[in-house]
């Protein structure tokens, strides 16, 4: 099992300004990914890297970007929030030859 | 066309009983997984059980056991023995052949256990 943590929980933050969610693994997982999710609704997949220096977009299109300059370690920022932005952000990792993703606790967002 | 079908938006099981929480997927890939999840209240995403396409058996962890019928492309999920933490989200998800391992969720099952 993964551990995975993700900061912060929960953000309240106005219009305009700029927000960095945070990931992070301790288990060494070469995969993450971050899911997007309205309440009550599916995941949606919005960023993935399959390792150090590797980010690739998901299938639901979206307004954050992601790095991953250290393995356990993938950010994703927001350069001005939006009330549209609002939503949970989760965040998973997998080991590259495993099938099972593991996620984080997630960030509620909401911008005003 | 969806490719995860969860037909049961909400649930009310009595505690103790066994549950049925239903999964049919689209792929026309021969080598998938299936995935089931449980999302509690408080928003975490926690795994719970997976099935290979080629898996033979069907598979169980604890309470939880994956009805997996290939022809009809079903991947149902059974509780026995239910329990009050159980009320939870429930997603069932697919990986679909081995091009990527991106993983598509169904819109999820509220259970809802009765005491």
């Known amino acids: 099992e993964a551990d995975i943590y993700q900061t912060p929980r929960y953000l309240v933050i106005g219009t305009g300004k700029k927000i960095t969610l945070e990931c992070s693994q301790t288990m060494g997982h070469d995969k993450m990914y971050w899911y997007q999710q309205d309440p009550g609704m599916e995941l949606h997949l919005i960023h993935y890297s399959y390792g150090v220096n590797s980010t690739e977009k998901g299938d639901l299109s979206s307004e954050s970007t992601v790095s991953r300059i250290r393995t356990e370690h993938f950010p994703l920022t927001l350069e001005s929030a939006r009330p549209s932005h609002t939503s949970q952000y989760l965040c998973?990792?997998?080991?590259?030859?495993?099938?099972?993703?593991?996620f984080g606790p997630g960030t509620r967002l909401l911008v005003l | 066309a969806q490719k995860i079908t969860q037909t049961q938006p909400g649930m009310f099981v009595q505690e103790k009983e066994a549950v049925t929480l239903d999964c049919t997927y689209d792929?026309?890939?021969?080598?998938?997984?299936l995935f089931w999840y449980k999302q509690p209240s408080s928003g975490e995403m926690i795994f719970l059980i997976y099935?290979?396409?080629?898996?033979?058996q069907n598979a169980t962890e604890g309470r939880y056991s994956l009805n997996f019928q290939k022809a009809r492309k079903s991947a149902n999920l059974v509780i026995s023995a239910s329990q009050l933490g159980d009320s939870a989200m429930y997603f069932c998800a697919m990986r679909e052949g081995q091009r990527d391992d991106k993983i598509i969720f169904g819109k999820g099952t509220r259970l809802h256990i009765l005491p």
């Open positions: 998973a990792s997998s080991e590259f030859t495993q099938e099972t993703q593991y």
């Open positions: 792929t026309s890939d021969q080598s998938y997984g």
């Open positions: 099935q290979g396409s080629y898996d033979e």
